[in-house]
């Protein structure tokens, strides 16, 4: 996990704007998702656990659950306080692409 996170911080170093041209390619890509059997039957295996764990009222469901709140929580938080900078990225973005074409 940690060298995702390296790897990631040093393609951004390298070019502020990856992050956003990958954000616009997949925007502009249609969004219709298709999966095969494999992939289909890994997302039921994990959405059929998340549901026995919650019927079985497990410690590890609550703890997961009490995660994902403070991960949207958080995200939210980052996205008010740093509102205005995203902004000005991307506008900066938007410019470099009218300048490109």
């Known amino acids: 996990m940690e060298s995702l996170l390296e790897s990631m911080e040093t393609e951004v170093q390298t070019n502020d704007f ?22 289909l039957k890994r997302r039921l295996m994990t959405q059929a656990t998340l549901l026995a764990a919650k019927e079985a009222n497990d410690a590890l469901y609550q703890r997961y659950v009490k995660a994902s709140k403070l991960k949207r929580s958080l995200r939210l938080q980052i996205q008010q306080k740093y509102q205005s900078k ?11 692409q ?4």
């Open 18 to 39: 990856t992050v956003l041209e990958e954000t616009v390619r997949t925007f502009n890509e249609a969004n219709v998702v298709r999966m095969d059997k494999q992939t």
């Open 86 to 96: 995203g902004k000005q990225k991307v506008r900066e973005y938007l410019q470099t």
């Open 98 to 101: 009218k300048t490109d074409a």
